[in-house]
């Protein structure tokens, strides 16, 4: 499967793909979205990779993301996917500081929301951000997504308590003729 943008495709990601994400990861001390992580290995990507495998599909859809020039920058996915209810919710994170705020997070977000929508039959895809990644409220936001609560000191990270900002499109939000 492979999913074309302007600046970025979306495609399967195979066992050296986590490996070099997971070896690229730089830690955002600025705006952090989790907990340091320290001690990654190829071991633990060799993990994440089963784990992807284990849940792709059923699950989860998780594709890597890549530059038109096939580079490998990071993995976007549609996740907790709920068929009865026709639900989900999209995560999104790029490998090095250097690639973010581009646009290829909102564009990888796009090409998820089209394919959850078109073609996995979801009405409606959420995602959760922490109130100071202004960054990902704005992807979200030019996505057409709608900030639908606040969950007050809910995450504590790194000493501090930070808010849990709620978002959610629906599918007549997306694709207004469908």
């Not at 919710?89 to 997070?105: D, E, H, L, P, Q």
């Not at 009405?123 to 704005?138: D, F, M, P, V």
């Not at 995450?155 to 849990?164: A, I």
Request: a negative charge; hydrophobic letters at 35%.
């Amino acid at each position: 499967m492979k999913l074309e943008g302007q600046h970025i495709y979306l495609a399967m990601l195979e066992r050296r793909d986590c490996k070099k994400l997971w070896n690229d990861f730089e830690y955002d001390f600025d705006c952090p979205a989790e907990e340091f992580n320290i001690g990654h290995s190829d071991e633990k990507a060799d993990g994440w990779f089963d784990e992807i495998q284990k849940l792709q599909g059923n699950q989860n859809v998780r594709l890597g993301i890549f530059l038109n020039d096939g580079t490998v920058i990071g993995d976007v996915a549609l996740q907790d996917i709920d068929r009865i209810n026709r639900s989900c919710t999209v995560g999104m994170g790029i490998a090095k500081i250097a690639n973010r705020s581009k646009g290829y997070g909102r564009e990888a977000i796009t090409l998820m929301l089209y394919y959850g929508f078109r073609f996995l039959g979801m009405e409606r895809i959420s995602a959760n951000t922490l109130e100071i990644n202004i960054g990902a409220q704005k992807a979200l936001e030019r996505c057409g997504f709608i900030l639908e609560g606040r969950e007050r000191k809910a995450v504590y990270l790194n000493g501090n308590k930070f808010d849990r900002l709620h978002y959610s499109i629906l599918k007549e939000e997306y694709m207004p003729s469908a």
